[in-house]
C-alpha cells in the first residue's frame, strides 16, 4: 500500500506519480492512496513513484498490508483481477482493430514493404502490451487466456499478410518482368 501526498501546483507532479503507479499496474483505492500485491514485478514501479513524489516536494508513505476480516484479501484480490480485466478487454479490443487493418490491406491489396513494416511494428507494440499485462495479472484474470490466443491469431494474420506482400512483390509484372 503506498500513501501519497503532492502540493497541488504544479499538476505535473500529481500526474507523473499517477502515471507511472497505473503503468505499473496498481490499483487506486482513493485520492493518494494506490495498492499492488507485494510481488518483485511491482517494486521498480513503486520504487520510482516514491521518487518522483520526493524530488516534487511531496510525502509518501509505503506499506505492507494484510486485510482485517476473512475476505479483505478475497476481495482486494477480486479487485486487482478487475483491472486485469479492463487491460485485457482493452488488448484484445486493439487486436480487433489490427486485425480490421490487416483486412483492409488485404482488401485495398496495399501489398507495400513500407506497410509490411508499420504492421509489424503495431505488432510488436501489441506483444510489448500483451507482456506487460501478463506480468502485472499476479492472480490470473480469467480472460487472460483469450486475450493470449487473440495475440497469437493476429501474428498468424499478420504471417499470411507477410507472405502476400511478398507474394506481390516477386510478381512478374504486366511485361512478364519481375518486380
Known sequence: MLLVKL?????????????ELRKVGALSLGQGVWA??????????IARALELTESA???AISLHASGVGVGDAAR???MFTAAREDDWSEFMADCGKYEAELNKEIR???????ELEEEEQSLERLRRWHRDIKARDVFGAP????????????????????????????????DGARS
Open 108 to 114: 485495398n491489396a496495399k501489398f507495400t514493404l513500407a
Open 143 to 174: 480472460t487472460a487466456v483469450e486475450a493470449t490466443q487473440r495475440l497469437r491469431h493476429c501474428a498468424e494474420r499478420f504471417a499470411d499478410y507477410t507472405e502476400r506482400v511478398f507474394a506481390a512483390l516477386h510478381a512478374p509484372d504486366a
Open 36 to 45: 499492488a500485491p507485494d510481488v518483485p514485478v511491482f517494486a521498480a514501479g
Open 76 to 78: 482486494f484480490e477480486a
Open 57 to 59: 516536494g511531496g510525502e
Open 7 to 19: 502540493p497541488s501546483e504544479p499538476t505535473r507532479h500529481r500526474v507523473a506519480v499517477w502515471r
